[in-house]
């Protein structure tokens, strides 16, 4: 299969070689070698005198050199004949001139031969080459034919990436690489483990949000056991061989196996391995070639030395087939770095960028919370990015920050022009958030509040950073924050009578977390521990459903009502007792788009009590 066009193509080339060497040869030897001078009688000379054919003839003390009109050139030995000469000059022929005699024929064909010798050695060079780079042959190459194998071309699908991952590359993810450390130990040392009898896992399962570095560890594995890691996206697999998965899968594991020890990795399993259920929709493509995998995964020795790496985001979606022990019975969760984490994943990053001395790493890892490994790369790469358009040659902290925030909202959108009363209200909007949230003692302080719109849409953004990691959220600490939700559209209530699409997010935020009180946090009085919604979607936003009746529903709704109706009265109290700040701060924001968070703090504490005059007129 694979290596039947290679040897076709080698097939060829020789066939190619041997007739272009062929023809070569005949052209040399008639060209040159016929052309050497031959040794004849001397009545071939007497007779070329007589038809008179001679061009030209040398006469020495011992032999005589002629060439005849055709070009060919003899020589033979002298003989007593007086009238040679008379003869000759009748004959019209030249005599008397040296004929240069040619080189000797075999020093010249053994030199035309060792001319061809390179040709042959450079072509082949170069054909080996181009096979090697094209073909399944490649020891850096799982290959399969595609369409039965003939004449529809070859497809690599598994790809031997160029492997310099190592652990120390991957940053946190410390119970991941433990649990994976034992696999590395395995392809090195398999007697290891054979002899005391012991069965390795065949594959292991990654699970966890995306851009965690998934791709990365099963990477890392590879590099650090040394063997090839092949890898292949379940998407690909499922649309690259439509209506015959289930032998490709077959072809997958043979081949595998002859390049044991190795790792093969297919991402985004669940395109391949979703749970085969009882609809009448199936897809029966897919699920051969599932079928096909399972039985495959339970067929090899657990000692070949292939181990399979798989990832996905969605495990609540895997046949459970593919799980059990003897298949993936290893699920290694690789989850969202914590600050720790998010520390050393920067660390990591900022190695590759020449970046300044004194930035303070822990700072941005706590402002860019929640964020994957993947965008902390983003961010650093970003903040490169933004001191090049700068014109600096190093990166610096403000560099960091700021494309925190281009992640978190996007970029600034610069050109987008508020009116001075949308600016006005987009000040009070988000001074509101930030003030009831600096009020309430168990919310976060405010770390930097800004009107300048971005991408993302939002027109401004009040940024809380937590001093330390949370894990847990306390009843009041959730109320809290949605009271800092509600404090936006307080403000504008308060100061404007009036009100905007602007709190349509802090709505919808508002809504889920208090949503959340009653159905999955059992935090309500009437429903107790009793969950109302599941998610179903864990790592992919959280989605949920609802797991109760419609009558529980209505009462659902009306006590997130209840909830966020009390947390916006709340703020609107706080606003209206502290509304002498809320207008000193909001003029100030108005007047430099951005204040951070010392700024913000230092006019709350301050005594001074300037009101903001005339301000709410446009
Ligand atoms: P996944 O497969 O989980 O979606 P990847 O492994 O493809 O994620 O990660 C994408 C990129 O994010 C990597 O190339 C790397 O630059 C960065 N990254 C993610 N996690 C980490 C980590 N723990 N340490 C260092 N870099 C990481």
């Known amino acids: ?84 000469y008379e003869r000759l000059y009748k004959s019209g022929a030249k005599f008397g001139a040296e004929i240069e005699e040619p080189m000797n024929p075999l020093l010249y064909y053994a030199i035309t031969f060792g001319v061809q010798i390179l040709l042959l050695v450079i072509l082949w060079k170069f054909m080996m080459s181009r096979l090697k780079k094209r073909s399944g042959d490649d020891p850096d190459m799982l290959s399969f034919s595609l369409g039965g194998g003939r004449g529809r071309g070859t497809g690599r699908i598994y790809v031997k990436s160029k492997n310099d991952v190592r652990f120390k590359d991957v940053a946190g993810e410390e119970e991941a690489k433990d649990l994976l450390t034992e696999i590395v130990g395995y392809l090195h040392d398999p007697e290891k483990y054979t002899e005391i009898g012991a069965t390795l896992p ?22 650090e056991a040394d063997v090839p890691f092949f ?39 669940d395109a391949i391995g979703k ?36 990832a996905t985001n969605r495990p609540e979606s895997l046949d459970p087939a593919l799980l059990r022990p003897g298949r993936f019975d290893r699920r290694i969760p690789v989850e969202l770095p914590d600050l720790k984490g998010r520390i050393d994943i920067l660390r990591v990053h900022a190695k590759k960028i020449r970046i300044s001395e004194n930035v303070d790493f822990d700072t941005i890892a706590k402002t860019a919370s929640g964020a994957s490994g993947a965008q902390l790369a983003n961010i650093v790469n970003e903040a490169a990015l933004r001191a090049v358009r700068e014109g600096r040659k190093v990166v610096q902290q403000d560099d960091l920050m700021e494309s925190v925030e281009v992640v978190i909202a996007g970029y600034q959108k610069k050109n987008k022009i508020l009116t001075n009363k949308e600016k006005l209200v987009v000040s009070y909007h988000e001074v509101g958030h930030a003030l009831v949230a600096a009020m309430q003692t168990h919310s976060a302080p405010v770390t930097k509040i800004t009107i300048i719109p971005r991408t993302s849409g939002a027109l401004g953004y009040t940024m809380q950073v937590d001093e330390d990691e949370h894990n847990l959220m306390n009843r009041t600490e959730i109320l809290n924050k949605v009271a800092t939700l509600a404090g936006g559209r307080a403000a504008e209530e308060l100061i404007f009578d009036e009100i905007t699409t602007g709190a349509s997010n802090d709505i919808e935020q508002a809504t889920k977390l208090a949503r959340a009180m009653v159905t999955r946090f059992g935090m309500s009085d009437e429903f107790d521990m009793v969950a109302m919604e599941v998610v179903t979607n864990q790592y992919l936003g959280g989605d949920t459903s609802l797991a109760c009746s419609p009558e529980t529903q209505t009462k659902i709704d009306h006590m997130v009502v209840q909830i966020v109706k009390e947390q916006h009265q709340k703020a609107r109290e706080i606003l209206q007792q502290n509304v002498q700040k809320l207008h000193e701060i909001a003029k100030h924001l108005y007047e430099n788009e951005t204040i951070t968070g010392e700024e913000f703090m230092e006019i709350l504490n301050s005594s001074e009590n300037t009101l903001l005059s005339g301000m709410t007129q446009e």
């Open 231 to 269: 890898s292949i996206s379940g998407s690909e697999f499922v649309q690259m061989f439509v209506g015959m998965g289930a032998a490709k899968v077959r072809d997958l594991f043979k081949q595998a196996k002859e390049k044991a020890p190795c790792i093969i990795f297919i991402d985004e399993i």
């Open 1 to 84: 299969m694979p290596q039947q066009p290679d040897r076709k193509k080698t097939a060829t080339f020789w066939i190619m070689f041997l007739v272009i060497f062929g023809i070569m040869n005949v052209l040399i030897y008639n060209r040159f070698v016929k052309q050497q001078v031959a040794e004849v009688g001397y009545d071939v000379f007497m007779k070329k005198i007589e038809d008179k054919t001679l061009e030209e003839a040398a006469l020495s003390s011992t032999q005589i050199v002629f060439k005849d009109k055709s070009g060919n050139v003899y020589k033979t030995g002298l003989m007593e004949d007086a009238q040679l």
């Open 202 to 223: 065949k594959g292991a399962l990654l699970v966890g949000p995306p851009g965690t570095g998934k791709t990365m560890l099963a990477k890392a594995v590879a590099g």
């Open 275 to 310: 749970k085969r259920d009882a609809s009448l929709s199936t897809n029966d493509e897919r699920e051969q070639t599932l079928n096909q995998l399972l039985s495959e995964m339970d067929g090899f020795e657990g000692n070949t030395g292939v181990v399979i790496l798989a």
